[in-house]
């Protein structure tokens, strides 16, 4: 629903796109992607999605089995990393699908 200039009614999008300006807040860029371009992206991110459950399961699993508490922070501290590398490539790829 776009602004009616008779009864000065505005969409949710419309309202909150000023709600950005008011807060100073950039826009959303109004990207044209191509369609095999969207399908590219969406399966990255299904894929990284997949290796971050995957990764999750295994996680927790061996959790489950260690006892000492040095172990633990350091299987926690590998799993974050290997959340954050999994999580910047998907980025990555999806910057590069974004500039063609």
Do not use: C
């Amino acid at each position: 629903m776009t602004q009616d200039k008779a009864t000065g009614v505005k969409s949710a999008y419309e309202l909150a796109l000023e709600r950005l300006d008011q807060q100073g807040i950039e826009r959303p860029r109004s990207e044209t992607l191509s369609d095999a371009t969207r399908r590219r992206m969406a399966e990255a991110r299904s894929k990284a999605q997949a290796r971050l459950a995957e990764l999750e399961i295994l996680h927790k699993d061996a959790l489950k089995r260690e006892t000492d508490p040095v172990q633990i922070h350091t299987a926690e501290t590998e799993y974050q990393q290997e959340r954050r590398r999994i999580e910047d490539r998907l980025e990555n790829q999806l910057a590069t699908l974004r500039q063609g």
